[in-house]
């Protein structure tokens, strides 16, 4: 028989508090909005946001923040 000496904290459900910090804040989101809007390229404002392409996508998606 094993005995765990230490339980989950909190079984079954998420968890809180914990995890890794977010790269997009809702400061950058906008900044990024508005570059789009201006004509910048998605990979120029990655880069001078300091996250990764894929992030960058998944928070403004093509499209995004572009006036119609």
Known sequence: ????PRPPTNPGR???????KAAMTPDKIDT???LLAAGDKPAKIAKLLQV???TFYRH??????LPD
Do not use: E
């Open 1 to 4: 028989m094993t005995h765990n």
């Open 14 to 20: 998420f968890s809180t508090g914990g995890g890794r």
């Open 32 to 34: 990024a909005r508005k």
């Open 52 to 54: 990764g392409l894929s």
């Open 60 to 65: 403004c998606p093509a499209g995004a923040g």
